[in-house]
């Protein structure tokens, strides 16, 4: 699929619902830092992305809650190596590995109790954590 990124069987993004913006990175590079615009501002609108469930969907949101702009679009930047198409394929990277994250459902927990032995070590430390305080405070007049 021309024009598509494929994250799972099913489910991609379209490019032309993917903005970028090229900046200034910050770092090392000497003079060409100041010349060339090689940090990547990704911005994905999330109601672009096809094929996503709702529950897909929400976790993803809840992933990505800090990450979203005043539009509600996911923000990316990279700014990792020089080389601007490399870092424009860095904040793909990223954004594949956030709606991959959002893709596996968590497992359910589960409710556990301690073991009769567990129950047992925790009331002995607290009879000896009581044993040694009460022997600071006896009072041997």
Known sequence: MPGMIRIAPG???DERRIEERFLRAAGPGGQNVNKVATKVD???DLAAIEGLSEAARARLLA???HR???DGRLMVTSQVTRNQARNVEDARERVR???A???REPRPRKASRPSAGAR???IDAKKRRSALKRERTRDDD
């Open 11 to 13: 489910i991609s993004i």
């Open 42 to 44: 990704l911005r994905v």
């Open 68 to 70: 979203l702009d005043a």
């Open 97 to 99: 590995a956030l709606v």
């Open 101 to 103: 994250q959002a893709l």
């Open 63 to 65: 992933l990505c809650r």
């Open 120 to 122: 047992q070590q925790r």
